[in-house]
């Protein structure tokens, strides 16, 4: 009797097998180890630069960022304005799109694009792009209601450093996993569905904010275990789950991109303004709180609506938080944008750099607001000087090259979006070095990061390679799988699914993972 396929995806944030293999091995994962000898595991190749919305963009589409648009969290539009991105600026179908169309049931949860919620059909709860936990984060809203009546209150970002100390997350990371893994399991177990997709953030917490903790093995370090805390409880969880969803669901276990150690934090309108390619009206170094208020407004500015963002998370109810962050969308856009450009004279700065990755754009005239650099060979020009002083770049503390390689945008990306591209892009050596968020530092390029709202610094970063593991009816066992991309992982669960894969996707089917091949 023909058993209509189910797919069930489980992204857990910044996996590395550099750390699942050998806990696995040791018996301290053994949900993992189950998935790597009865199924298959493999790396999961990532993209450059290693930001979330692209990532997400091309895994649910299955195509690249210059098709689906989506290149950071706030990136510029081809008007030279930058924007807050959610999941409706995708420009491409998504996979619950296609399995919707196609009549079969999918439940989205917690995917960190999602908002606003789409009618698709099924279910779907946003992540953590929505403005807070409100029923309004869900389609139908009554799932919300079904989950906060049964659970208690949603818990959408709790685990998100903002207003937390750092001992919070010594019980923190096994609670959160805990309570998340209840509201999974009674979907996964009670809902219709042939494709749910889900996402557990607490691994990526866990590394970008303990890791020297663990590698530090001093066995007097409270925060030493947190990690592995981490990875035990989504072994644990992805036991429970995979559980409930029964032996004929095809299981894979996927993250987005690795995790390893940061080397450092970077300033990179710092190193900018150093090569004259920015200028600032006044160098930060000179505020001071007995100088004249006027000539500071935008260092206090920055230093007050950081502060308050910080406690705010920690002490506003979380309804407040949600009706601040729906209702105050435009003050919250003008903000943001008048803190990262309030202190740059556009009328000398030929570039600048914005978001979390290090990208830079030029101020190009005639699209960008203040523009001052000619399209054409002054533009060419400009980029060729800025690539050529990056790959000189050298970390202090190494004596070694910072940076891999700088690609222009057209080296990456083709496309109708490519317009809302940055510039540049900077590929960091081992991919372990970010920007800093805060004002700490602002006269050097090499620094301790910091995170926006944080109490302790940064010391994980992001790897290229993040993982996958397959198991279930028709996957092969033990196979090796090479050259798996997440751009592949869409038409991949649309082939378990049995349904048609569009001709004009750019990822390819991992035929590889199946039996018949």
Known sequence: MYKKPKVLVICVAEATLDLITPWAESGKLPTFHTLATEGVSAPLRSQIPISVPQLWGTMVTGRSPGHHGLFDFWQRGPDGVFREINSSHIQSKTIWNIVSENGLKCGIVNIPIVYPPEKINGFMISGEVAPGAHRSIAYPSSVYDEIVNKFGRYRLKDIFPGGRQKSDYLALVEEDITKQTEVLEYLISRKEWDFFLTFYSATAIAQHYFWSDMETGDENNPYRSVIET????????????????????????????????????????????????????????????????????????????????????????????????????????????????????????????????????????????????????????????????????????????????????????????????????????????????????????????????????????????????????????????????????????????????????????????????
């Open 230 to 517: 981490a990875y035990r409880c989504i072994d644990s969880a992805l036991g429970r789950l995979i559980r409930v969803a029964g032996p004929d669901t095809s299981v894979f276990v996927i993250s987005e991109c690795g995790a390893g150690p940061l080397y450092s934090g970077v300033q990179i309108n710092t190193w900018l303004e150093k090569e004259g390619f920015l200028t600032n009206k006044k160098r930060r170094s000179e505020a001071s709180i007995g100088s004249t208020p006027l000539s500071n407004i935008q260092y206090w500015l920055r230093r007050i609506v950081a502060e308050f963002r910080k406690d705010a998370q920690g002490f506003l109810p979380k309804s407040t938080f949600y009706w601040m962050n729906y209702n105050l969308k435009s003050v919250k856009a003008w903000i943001q944008t008048y803190l990262s450009s309030s202190d740059i004279d556009w009328s000398r700065t030929k570039a600048f750099s914005r978001g979390k990755e290090g990208n830079i754009f030029i101020n190009l005239r005639g699209r960008d607001p203040h523009g001052v650099v000619n399209p054409g060979l002054d533009y060419e020009t400009v980029r060729e000087e800025i690539i050529k002083r990056l790959n000189q770049l050298i970390d202090p503390k190494t004596g070694i090259r910072a940076v891999e390689k700088v690609y222009r945008y057209e080296e990456l990306y083709e496309g109708p979006m490519v317009d809302w591209a940055p510039d540049l892009i900077i590929e960091w050596r081992d991919t372990a070095y970010e920007p800093t968020e805060s004002d700490r530092d602002k006269d050097s390029v090499f620094v301790t990061r910091w995170r926006e709202y944080m109490n302790w610094p940064t010391s994980g970063s992001h790897r290229v390679d993040g993982v996958l593991f397959a198991k279930g009816p028709g996957i092969n066992k033990s196979k090796k799988v090479e050259d798996a991309r997440i751009i592949d992982m869409m038409p991949t669960w649309l082939y378990c699914l049995d349904q048609r894969v569009p001709s004009d996707l750019e990822g390819r089917v991992i035929l590889e993972l199946f039996d018949a091949h």
